[in-house]
């Protein structure tokens, strides 16, 4: 276990508890996608350690590509606009796409990110969220099909989740101290 950065108030989800959400993630999408050669739809840059260790857990046919999307500037709070920043490099008319998130706070970045993607004709489009934000009296517009854990109403970084691009390099996941955004 690595020392706990001081900017961090606890640690929310270990090294050990990711690894147990990411093998269970990995085994049910290698059941539900055996033969359907899925693309793995990481979307840059939060999702990105998160990613690498799921396409490692998936054991079944798959590729990878990436998209960069912009909805929070250095903020720490959904602005409701989602800019594309890069797109897809691979067609995806008929294909099974599994977009891969961080986390699912709002849902406003995922469920205009589905739409878009829906609108080229895949064969599916789903989400595997690593952690969904339980938020008293808010109704996701978007329902990921895969959800690795919850996580109370908090700002986290870690594990690839960042404020103002810093902490993604923490192993594990911990609330952010309140002072340090505040
Ligand atoms: P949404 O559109 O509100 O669902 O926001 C999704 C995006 O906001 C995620 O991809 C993250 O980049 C960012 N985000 C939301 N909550 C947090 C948090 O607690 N920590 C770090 N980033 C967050
Ligand atoms: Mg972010």
């Known amino acids: 276990m690595s020392k706990l950065h ?4 606890n640690v929310l989800l270990s090294e050990e508890d990711i690894r147990g959400i990411v093998e269970s993630l990995g085994a049910q999408i290698t059941r539900d996608y055996a033969d359907k050669n899925p693309l793995i739809v990481a979307v840059l840059r939060g999702a990105v ?3 690498a260790d799921l396409l490692r857990a998936i054991d079944c046919p798959c590729e990878i590509d990436f998209m960069a999307v ?3 500037g250095e903020g720490v709070k959904s602005s409701g606009v989602v800019r594309i920043i890069k797109d897809l490099n691979t067609d995806i008319t008929g294909r099974h796409v599994i977009v891969v998130e961080d986390i699912l706070d709002s849902g406003l970045t995922l469920s205009y ?3 878009m ?3 080229r004709d895949p064969a599916s489009v789903e989400i595997c969220a690593f952690t ?4 008293e009296g808010h109704v996701s517009p978007v329902t990921p099909r895969y959800v690795g854990t919850h ?3 908090a700002f986290i970084v870690g594990y690839g989740l960042d404020f103002a691009e810093h902490y993604r390099n923490l192993p594990y996941v911990g609330i952010l101290k309140p002072e340090v955004y505040s």
């Open 132 to 135: 969904v934000k339980d938020i």
């Open 113 to 115: 990110l589905k739409e």
């Open 6 to 9: 001081p900017d961090v108030e």
């Open 70 to 72: 912009s909805s929070y």
């Open 117 to 119: 993607l829906e609108a």
């Open 49 to 51: 350690v998160f990613v």
């Open 151 to 153: 996580i109370p109403d």
